[in-house]
């Protein structure tokens, strides 16, 4: 008999490990607890054994029924946990997978930065469409027909089977530049103004590191009585420390632009450097940054403002160019190959 409870018992542990679900459980219950289980089987034999043996077979017993009972409640308890689902087959020693947060692209940070810095001294914000009429994107810039400035910029043109507007010259473009914005901000508006345009420009270039065949740009225009020269500077410089940092230095270089006079374009010094020259810089210690003057007459004519009443200043900068420099980023296609091992880093 003792014999025997041994053997019951050294089941009830190896089928006490096969425990896996709700009805190995009921089967264990069946088997060994129930009514007609080997325990209950083994107790029901109690009667015909020897007065003398009875008290320890049936200590016995009773401790093989609560072993039984205790660890049974034990496996049930734990179906279901991390030990059994382990060895139901998913692998917990599996390293977690990583969620990357999504970022914003790093042209878009650098337009929102500049946006910031513009709204922060009352400019406000203001766009135009990416398929212009000549008229928007060159002839009311001052840039008039066969005017050799247009070979400035490689134009898209773009073909308007209905044409029916004979003032638009029967000529679209895919915009060269974001400055053509300024014409229709003007000839919506009353001044004073103050507004910058960002928006996406095309040019029919090759493409290479340095160039590519569209981009961003942000414009700026600032129309109102008696503007100046000194406040273009001081509304660029402001920017520039902003932009880059609070030591930068500007050099404006006079320059030619159809829609200013006098035209600059504006370099800062180049911070990589610090100066002595390096190849970011091609070694001139200076890194363009953007193109500026004050609005010309004609501009003013173009949009039935009062030239004698009112004068303005307006600059033009490459959002590229400016992530390029700020981030020190040596290729322009990197912006539109959307590599997610190169927007990760930003
Ligand atoms: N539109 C010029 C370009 O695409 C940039 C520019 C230069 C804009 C001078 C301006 C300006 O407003 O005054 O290169």
Redesign the pocket.
């Known amino acids: 008999m003792q014999e025997e409870i041994q053997k019951v018992k050294d089941e009830a542990t190896a089928s006490l490990r096969e425990i896996r679900t709700q009805e190995d459980a009921e089967n264990f219950r069946l088997r060994f607890l129930s009514r007609k289980g080997s325990v209950a089987q083994l107790f029901d034999r109690l009667k015909d054994i020897p007065k003398e043996d009875k008290p320890a077979l049936g200590k016995a017993l009773n401790e093989l029924r609560s072993f039984v009972e205790s660890e049974f409640d034990a496996a049930r308890g734990s179906i279901g946990s991390t030990a059994s689902r382990e060895t139901a087959g998913i692998d917990l020693s599996i390293p977690g997978r990583k969620r990357y947060l999504g970022r914003k692209h790093p042209l878009t940070q650098t337009a929102e930065e500049i946006k910031r810095i513009f709204t922060g001294i009352g400019f406000g914000i203001a766009d135009g469409p990416e398929i212009e009429d000549d008229y928007h994107n060159f002839e009311a ?1 001052n840039f008039p027909p066969d005017h050799p400035a247009r070979d ?2 490689d134009t898209f043109f773009v073909k308007n089977p209905a044409q029916k507007d004979a003032n638009q010259n029967g000529k679209y473009v895919l915009r ?4 053509g914005v ?1 014409i229709r901000v003007m000839e919506n508006n009353k001044p004073p103004l103050r507004v910058i345009m960002p928006g996406r ?1 095309y040019r029919n270039e090759a493409i290479s590191a340095r160039s590519y065949c569209l981009f961003h ?1 942000v ?3 600032y129309v109102d009585k008696n503007v100046s020269l000194a406040e273009l500077k001081g509304t660029i410089s402001y920017f520039a420390k902003e932009f880059f940092n609070a030591e930068a230095k500007l050099r404006f270089r006079p ?1 030619y ?1 159809p ?2 006079e006098p ?3 504006v370099d800062v010094n180049c911070f990589i450097c610090g100066g002595k020259g390096c190849k970011i810089c091609k070694y001139s210690g200076w890194l363009e940054i ?6 010309d007459p004609n501009v003013f004519k173009f949009v039935k403002y009062d030239d004698h009443e009112v004068s303005g ?6 959002i590229e160019r400016l992530a390029l420099l700020r981030y020190g980023i040596d290729d322009i296609r990197l912006f539109f190959e959307n590599d997610i091992r190169f927007l990760n880093q930003f």
């Open positions: 810039l400035m910029q060269t530049h974001t400055s300024q420009v740009q414009e700026g225009l320059s632009f829609f200013t035209s600059a374009e953007m193109g500026c003057g004050m609005v200043f307006a600059f033009g900068m490459g």
